[in-house]
């Protein structure tokens, strides 16, 4: 009998090369379908083949069509997103799931999480700690704020803190203009420690969990440095969440852990994100993601306290500020989460990554960081 196929697209990320390794070191055939030029995750001896899709963003029924094509092709047994265009792939659940399973939920579950005015709501309405949220429709709401030092303003839509004002001073606020169409919340900003959770849930059930501090950050946002941690309160947090939502798949959250120990979750990331690094070398986290768990297995978490880091953005920020010693100091305390024994290609395909992800951020005038999902990006059902 065959391997299990799996066909997981969002190549371009570091977290999805982890998660071809750990599907293939669960015995499944990977392969990968990625629209940027650079696929991380297919250069690596984990993925069998690679294909290159449309962008979503701008060509969504072609990247469909084309992804529908592979998987008929290459006779998948499961399509399993991974970045943004997981929100493109649930627009076209039902015509893919005539050729193969995918492993995401509806679009409209989705969307209410990634949607930081709706998740919020929907997390408050489960009784469940976040901080207090508004929209801002207009300038009455702006006003209404009052001391604009004890709010963060950020778009409904939106990754990696991108464009987002942390506790802007009134003479910032009356400059800030949002664009046309755009959709803002102002989020009454806490102190205390932010922690990042990263899980697989199947059917309501937690079948794996992380937790994380983020203390290095690339720019305002995305964590660069992994160190898992047992936190009962942020477990818990998320055990009543995907319960009350009988959610499956993967699912990310962001808190703030305040002097007294509570945590409040500040947004959702219904998708994989970087905490799958923490289980490196555990196969099993894929289990429930396959659906193939054993009914009465606990919750797995990191069996290991080793840090993981993307040594590439350690190194680029060390070229900014030489005499950093906590740079020095994750980066000497880490291991690299792209470089492995017998796996070397990815960490070379990453110059062509961080090449393209500068001239792609150069010609639109965005960030690298921006750049890295400016293809896939998903900004609500009106686009």
Known sequence: MRPLRVLLTGGRAPATLELARLLHAAGCEVISAES??????GASRAVARRYRLPPPR????????????????????????????????????????????????????????????????????LGLEVPETRPLRGPEDLRALGDPREWVLK??????????????SPAALRR????????????????????????????????????????????????????????????????????????????????????DGRVAAI???????????????????????????????????PDGNCAYALHTALLLRLLGRPACGDLWRALRQSRDVIARPG???????????????LALGWRRGISPLEASTWDIEYNGSRV
Do not use: M
Request: hydrophobic share 50%; proline share 5%; glycine share 6%.
């Open 58 to 125: 701008w060509a969504s029924s072609a990247f469909a069509a084309e992804l529908a094509r592979i998987a008929l092709l290459e006779r998948a047994d499961l399509i399993v997103p991974t970045c943004e265009e997981i929100f493109w792939v649930a627009r076209f659940r039902s015509d893919l799931e005539a050729v193969c399973p995918v492993a995401c939920e509806p679009l409209g579950v989705l969307e209410e999480l990634h949607d930081k005015e709706r998740f919020v709501r929907l997390a408050a309405g």
């Open 176 to 259: 800030w203009q949002p664009l046309p169409g755009e959709r803002w919340v102002a989020q009454r900003y806490l102190r205390g420690r932010v922690l990042c959770s990263y899980s697989v849930a199947r059917e309501g059930r937690l079948c794996a969990h992380a937790c994380y501090a983020a203390t290095l950050t690339a720019g305002a946002g995305a964590s660069v440095v992994f160190r898992a941690e047992r936190h009962a309160a942020v477990r818990a947090w998320v055990e009543r969440f995907v319960a009350a939502r009988r959610f499956s798949g993967q699912i990310a959250f962001d808190f703030v852990e305040g002097v």
């Open 36 to 41: 940027a030029p650079c696929d991380l995750a």
């Open 343 to 357: 796996d070397a290609v990815p960490a070379r395909a990453q110059l062509r990554s961080a090449a393209w992800l």
């Open 267 to 301: 947004e959702c990331n219904p998708r994989l994100t970087s905490g799958i690094h923490l289980f490196a070398g555990q196969a099993q986290v894929v289990e429930g993601l396959l659906g193939r768990e054993a009914g009465e297995a606990g919750v797995l978490e």
């Open 155 to 168: 778009p409904t839509h939106s990754r990696f803190a991108a464009r987002t004002r942390l506790r802007p």
